[in-house]
């Protein structure tokens, strides 16, 4: 099974996360594994996430509502 690589997110929902947490686009990046310039896009809506993202925020952020930031309706 191929994964997609450019999920659309709630970028709204990680912004307040962001703000709720007093991170910034480096923090987060560091936190997750990912570079500072891909969180920028990602916050812009410029760029979709992948598994690296996905995978790093599960394992780094468990605060986080996967669910909701991926905009999955839970059954």
Do not use: C, W
């Not at 994964?3 to 709630?10: A, D, R």
């Not at 709720?20 to 310039?37: P, V």
């Amino acid at each position: 099974m191929k994964l997609p690589k450019n999920l659309p997110i709630n970028t709204k929902y990680l912004n307040e996360y962001m703000q709720n947490h007093n991170l910034n686009n480096r923090e987060l990046a560091n936190k997750i594994g990912m570079h500072e310039s891909s969180i920028s896009r990602i916050l812009k809506s410029e760029k979709g996430v992948g598994i690296k993202f996905i995978v790093g925020t599960i394992k780094n952020l468990h605060d986080l509502e996967i669910e909701r930031l991926l905009n999955i309706e839970k059954e």
